[in-house]
């Protein structure tokens, strides 16, 4: 699906202490890696720190471009 729709990056966007979650984001992450597509991976608590990931996510687009 990533070639086939173009995708240029990832973000995992993971709950902090979501053990199950985790460990299938380093999966798809070496996965990712494999074949060459950047990942972002963020974890959040609440109260969601809306402008901390906006600040992240705004950086890893401007890095893809």
Known sequence: MIKEFRVEGV???TRKFCDPYLFDNS???QALR???VPSLRLEYEYPLA???IK???EAFIE???
């Open 27 to 29: 999966v798809l992450e």
């Open 63 to 65: 890095m893809l471009r």
């Open 55 to 57: 600040t992240r996510v």
């Open 50 to 52: 809306k402008a901390s």
């Open 11 to 13: 973000v995992f966007l």
């Open 34 to 36: 494999q074949i060459g």
